[in-house]
């Protein structure tokens, strides 16, 4: 499976950003996906995941509340709505497939190119 995020860009705090994340190259509804990001000088950090079904939700405690992913198998695409965000979200996002663990990097087999959010105060 191949993915590509896209939606990043500078946002002020308080403000919303909607990230996608499509697939090609496997049934995307046959995987688990994933948002992680990385902020310099730290390490890749789980964010929120949505099961293959699309029923289970896994969120980060620092983004609960402010951000929501969903997916749509149709568009084979999976999406990271961030509302309220705030500086320290401030990163290169991340979307990934796993068969296993959501909230594990190791776990995933499948990442696609970063996506720069860049969140002013």
């Known amino acids: 499976v191949q993915l590509q995020a896209s939606g990043g860009g500078l946002v002020q705090a308080g403000g919303s950003l909607r990230l996608s994340c499509t697939a090609s190259g496997r049934a995307s509804s046959t995987y688990n996906m994933g948002w992680f990001r990385q902020a310099p000088g730290k390490e890749r950090e789980f964010v929120a995941a949505?099961?293959?079904?699309?029923?289970?939700?896994n969120y980060a405690d620092a983004v609960k509340g402010r951000f929501t992913v969903s997916r749509d198998d149709a568009k084979s695409t999976a999406y990271l709505q961030m509302n309220s965000v705030k500086p320290e979200d401030t990163a290169v996002y991340y979307c990934g497939a796993t068969s296993a663990s959501v909230v594990n990097a190791k776990t995933y087999y499948a990442w696609g190119r970063g996506t720069q959010v860049t969140v002013s105060s």
């Open positions: 949505i099961n293959w079904s699309g029923w289970i939700t």
